[in-house]
C-alpha cells in the first residue's frame, strides 16, 4: 500500500515536499511515480525514480522545479516541488511501477496507487 501526504496550500513561489510511504519488506525493489489531476482533467505523469534511486525522469512541465527522490530504509519516495506556481494546483498521487528499473510516464505501467494529497497554489 502507498500513502501520499505533505500537500497544503501555498503562494505561488512558494515550496512543498511531498511524501510517498509504502509498506511491506519489497518497496525497495519497485520504482515509484508521481501523477497529478488537476479539476476537469486528465491524470498526467510528474515524475519517476528507478528502485535504487539512480535515475529520475521528470515532465517538461516540472523538470527544474521538482525533485523526486527515495529513502528505500524508511520506504519512502519523496517529491520537492519548489517555485510552485498557480498550474500545478491538483491532486497528487504515488504510484508504485510493477518494474524496477524503468522511468515509465504511462499510467498503465504502475500497479498500486496512493489515495492523493491536495496540493493548492494561490497566485
Known amino acids: 500500500q502507498l500513502q501520499a501526504s505533505g500537500g497544503g496550500s501555498v503562494q505561488a513561489g512558494d515550496s512543498l515536499r511531498l511524501s510517498c510511504a509504502g509498506s511491506g519488506s519489497s518497496f525497495s525493489i519497485y520504482a515509484v511515480g508521481w501523477f497529478r489531476q488537476a479539476p476537469g482533467k486528465e491524470r498526467e505523469f510528474v515524475a519517476t525514480v528507478t528502485s535504487s534511486g539512480d535515475s529520475t525522469y521528470y515532465a517538461g512541465s516540472v523538470k527544474g522545479r521538482f525533485t523526486i527522490s527515495r529513502d528505500n530504509a524508511k520506504n519512502t519516495v519523496f517529491l520537492q516541488m519548489n517555485s510552485l506556481k498557480a498550474e500545478d494546483t491538483a491532486v497528487y498521487y504515488c504510484?508504485?511501477?510493477?518494474?524496477?528499473?524503468?522511468?515509465?510516464?504511462?499510467?498503465?505501467?504502475?500497479?498500486?496507487w496512493g489515495q492523493g494529497t491536495l496540493v493548492t497554489v494561490s497566485s
Open positions: 504510484a508504485r511501477n510493477r518494474y524496477g528499473g524503468r522511468l515509465d510516464d504511462l499510467p498503465h505501467y504502475y500497479d498500486y
